[in-house]
Structure formats: C-alpha cells, structure tokens
C-alpha cells in the first residue's frame, strides 16, 4: 500500500465515522444538517482511475447510507458528484490539457476553490434531497433545503480544505 491509498482509507473511515456518530445527529435551526462527508470526494486524488473512483464514491455513500439509514439516497448523490467533478473541473481550469496529477484542492485559489466546492455541494444537496422528498410537489422545499444545507456545508469543507491542507501557504 502506498502512502496516498493509507490516507484515503483514514479519510474514508475518519469522515463517514464523523459524518454517522456526530454531525447526523446535529441540527441547526431544526433544518440544517451539514454533510463534511463529501470532502471525501473533494479531496479525492484527480490522478486517479476515473472508474476506481466512481466505485470508491459509491462505496463512501453506501457506507454513509448504511450507518444513517437512509435508503441509497447518499450513494446515489455521492457518485453523482464523483461523476461530475472532472468536468467542473476542467470547466473551471479554462484549459483541457491541465496536468491533474499535480492538482491538489488546497493549492488552487480561493475563487477556484470555492467555485469548485460550491458546485459539486449543490449538486449533491439537490439529489440527495431530490431523492429524500422524491416528489415535485415539495420542489420548494428542496430548493430551500439544498441551499440552507449547501451554504453550511461549503462553509465547514473550505475551513477543513484550508486547515488541514498540507501547503499552508495557499493562495488567499
């Protein structure tokens, strides 16, 4: 096992024991329950096999589905963000020949990251919440969950990405 897959199986484990044991259980205005676990894809290597990836993003959420007992709806959210990454973030780089091998989340600019988290936090917050209601009829309260859940959760993804980045010296 090289260092890289030991640190993805500790920020598997770390962040689906954090996101079932803690944060499942917290609410803020009775509405709000944010979801740190998608860091996990976030921080998921770019080099990587693009179907390794996929399988390991459907993994996290079965994982994170199976512990909250939640019916498949994470799984389906989480790959749907693992499978839209790439494309975002080639859209975002402005440039198809970007070496993704050097690319590491906590060294691009604040806008580009932000713009990244924010994007791929919306997507998945729409599905999950999509699959949650499964009906159009609360269209509205899907809209209003994703966004008050959305905002807090990029908000706690930027703090971890920016406090637990290894170059400390990113740029702000």
Known sequence: MTRETIIIAFRFIFLALVQTLVLNNIYFFDYI????????ILQYPIESKRTNFLIISFLFGLTIDFFSNSGGVN???????????????????????????????????????????????????????????????????????????????VFLCIVAIYLFGKDKTSNL
């Open 33 to 40: 329950n944010p979801n740190l676990y998608i860091l996990f």
């Open 75 to 153: 799984a389906a959210a989480t790959i749907a963000m693992a499978y839209f990454s790439l494309p975002i973030l080639r859209l975002l780089q402005n440039n198809k020949d970007t070496d993704f091998k050097l690319f590491k989340l906590h060294n691009e600019s604040f806008l580009r990251v932000i713009t990244y988290v924010i994007i791929l936090t919306f997507i998945h917050h729409f599905i999950l919440f999509s699959l949650e209601y499964s009906s159009l009829k609360e269209i509205r309260s899907i809209f209003c969950k994703t966004i008050s859940t959305s905002v807090f959760t």
